[in-house]
């Protein structure tokens, strides 16, 4: 089977030719040896099987995505039945005449061509062969010795075994290059993600060191020790973000001609659901412009936002080549650029249009085909080319209206994210995924499984007993799904399971029940994305859709629904203004309607005010400091007595510890505390 899948991704791309030629072709030609050159015997019925069979290669791609995934076990049992088997049994059945031994002739051509692999070629010709002798001659060895031409099968057991290996020999020849190619590209990857792992890591510190702006507190300013005055402050801050995302497009453009070596097209791998109206704010604010007055000429109309599936990088080098070649061909007196998002009839469209020089018609028909070059020295003619192989890619089409002396405007069609081209595309890219479910589930197994079959992945399910003796290179898929249920409690279990999972590049999908309170427990080391049971079972096609295809938010955290903790108030008392800001956004997106105070003695009053369900209270502040606080709402003579209580403190000494525990704390974090860790303390207590 693995040899039958390599050979029919080999010839996928002359499937289309060959379907049609085949579909078209068997009736045709028995008109022609019928009544133009008739033959002693014919068979209809036969053609017509032969042709059905190729017309459902032809159309293959109008078959549902739950039958393409037998493509290729289709095509490894018809093409045996169309060639060998049909010209074979036809020449039996004409007496080995001069037309068909010819014709078969040229059918052992074509199968060498089709089928490249030695082994299949070999097992196909022999069933074939037998199979024809059989219904032509029957089983007698004697009728048989009468009936075959010796000297002619040897001739054709010369063609099939010379051709076969000649172009195995040119296939394996053409694999060695390829080879050589992706690792001598893989050395270059390696070689350019060094120093920009190195540029990134910089990055990271500098940006670490460079002060931060902090509000008046109490009449305090604590922007003294700033030494980098606002405006400067936004340019550095503004440089790092725009360096990590050149060190962004530069990796993934690495990615992306890795994984186009060998490859007529562009690939699909990287393909994601993205904002056009993000992606072409981003280019334009990235672009190189030749001056500083040039971005001035740029009047962009982003207002009619639409989605499409494909590279972000990619199309930010189209619009990168589009832009480049209106300043270098098209620039002149008031020179200026409109870029516009359109949505319109079932549409989606950027249009870029610039008052510049123009083209002839004679230019403006050649200007994307390959090599063209048009009074740029040094060009290689190979921009626009590129443009038009990346829109065909996603779906889209480029085109292109010109007037010379008057204008240039280039059209950019995209596929509604929703449409039949974009299906199309999502089917061809999740048959070469690969999911993994580990758990016991048998609910979600087949929910799973069923989604598999419909949508043509891969899937796999796993005991956690049997992932757990896996080595980590054998996780190897795109989605890996992880049942948080009852054998997962033992923080050592987790953690040993997510040992194995960390050096995977696919997605982590963490399966929980909302209503299980063992996941508040876990703390994971790596990102992943939660996911509900109920609705993994309920919506699972949606989910792998989503996983693959869109960029959900990943988590550290178990419980984690935006509603978790809906009704839910928390009192949070903290006399630094930023962190408490930042605490009670946090906190609000996870549900929370939140209360704020400067120090303890507003606490208190805030209690007195409000019926509060936790308190997240800073150990360390002026009037009264939390330890007190804590200690008076201990005292309490109310239900607020037993309300939990988390404290912040900078201060990690064991004496600190014992101090928060006698106030009546019930739990602490150490400050700077992500944010994992202060709503791992929260589920805990609630």
């Given amino acids: 089977m693995e040899s039958v899948r390599k050979v029919y991704q080999y010839a996928e791309p002359n499937l289309t030719v060959i379907g049609w030629m085949g579909f078209l072709g068997y009736p045709a030609y028995y008109y022609v040896w019928q009544y133009l050159f008739p033959q002693p015997y014919e068979s209809l019925s036969l053609r017509i099987v032969c042709s059905l069979l190729f017309a459902v290669i032809a159309l293959r791609q109008y078959l549902p995505a739950y039958l393409q995934r037998y493509l290729p076990g289709y095509f490894a049992f018809s093409v045996p039945i169309c060639l060998p088997f049909f010209f074979s049994y036809m020449m039996f059945k004409n007496d080995w005449s001069e037309v068909w031994v010819m014709s078969f002739m040229a059918s052992i ?89 190195a540029l990134k890591a910089s990055l990271d510190v500098l940006d670490s060191l460079l002060p931060t702006q902090q509000p008046h507190v109490n009449g305090q300013d604590k922007s003294k020790n700033i030494e980098l005055d606002e405006a400067s402050l936004a340019l550095a801050r503004e440089v790092i973000l725009q360096a990590n995302e050149a060190i962004y497009s530069g990796t993934e453009t690495i990615d992306l001609l890795l994984t186009s070596i060998d490859q007529n097209r562009i690939t699909n791998a990287t393909y994601r659901k993205h904002s056009m109206q993000q992606v072409a704010q981003k280019a334009l604010a990235s672009f190189s412009y030749p001056s500083h007055l040039d971005r001035l000429a740029i009047q962009p109309k982003l207002q009619e936002d639409f989605y499409f599936l494909g590279s972000d990088t990619l199309i930010k080098y189209t619009l990168y080549n589009l832009l480049k070649n209106a300043f270098f061909h098209g620039k002149r007196d008031k020179f200026e650029i409109k870029i516009e998002l359109r949505r319109f009839n079932g549409f989606n469209q950027l249009i870029l249009r610039d008052n510049g020089v123009g083209m002839s018609s004679e230019v403006s028909k050649q200007i994307f085909d390959d090599f063209y070059t048009q009074g ?221 105070a400067q120090n303890g003695l507003e606490a208190l009053e805030r209690l007195e005010q409000s019926k509060v369900d936790l308190i997240i209270m800073d150990v360390e502040m002026p009037i009264m400091d939390g330890l007190t606080a804590a200690k008076e709402i201990r005292r309490m003579n109310s239900p607020l007595i037993s309300i939990p209580i988390i404290g912040y403190t900078g201060d990690s000494s064991d004496e600190m510890a014992d101090k928060i525990n006698r106030a009546g704390f019930n739990d602490y974090l150490i400050k700077p505390a992500n944010s994992e860790s202060l709503i791992l303390k929260v589920s805990k207590w609630l």
């Fill in 109 to 197: 051509i074509i199968h060498v061509l089709v089928v490249y692999r030695t082994g299949l070629l070999l097992l196909q010709t022999t069933l074939a062969f037998i199979a024809s002798i059989f219904l032509a001659y029957g089983s007698s060895w004697d009728a048989i010795q009468e009936h075959v031409v010796w000297p002619y099968v040897a001739i054709f057991a010369f063609t099939y075994v010379f051709g076969n290996l000649f172009y195995l020999r040119s296939q394996i020849e053409h694999e060695s290059r390829v080879s050589l190619a992706k690792s001598f590209g893989a050395g270059i990857a390696h070689e350019m993600r060094n120093p920009l792992s």
């Fill in 376 to 596: 740029k020295a040094g060009g290689y003619g190979l921009g626009l080319p590129f443009c038009l192989k990346v829109m065909r890619a996603i779906g889209g089409e480029i085109r292109c209206r010109s007037e010379l002396n008057e204008f240039t405007e280039f059209t950019l069609t995209f596929p509604p994210y929703n449409s039949p081209a974009v299906n199309k595309i999502k089917l061809d890219m999740l048959k070469n995924k690969n999911v993994l479910y580990i758990g016991d589930s048998m609910s979600l197994i087949t929910a799973l499984d069923e989604s598999s079959f419909y949508l043509g992945f891969k899937f796999k399910s796993k005991r956690l007993s049997k992932a757990l003796k896996k080595a980590e290179y054998e996780f190897e898929y795109d989605i890996i799904f992880v049942d948080v249920d009852e054998k997962l409690t033992d923080q050592r279990v987790f953690e040993a399971l997510e040992s194995k999972l960390s050096f995977t590049q696919g997605r982590l999908v963490y399966l929980y029940d909302k209503h299980s309170r063992h996941r508040s427990k876990l703390e994971s080391c790596i990102d992943f994305f939660p996911v509900e049971k109920a609705r993994c079972v309920a919506q699972c096609s949606d989910i792998i859709d989503e996983l693959i295809f869109d960029s959900p938010p990943t988590s550290r955290k178990l419980n984690l629904g935006q509603n978790s903790y809906q009704g839910k108030t928390l009192l949070l008392a903290d006399d630094n203004h930023s962190m408490r800001a930042y605490t009670a956004i946090l906190m609000q997106k996870h549900g929370f309607s939140v209360i704020e």
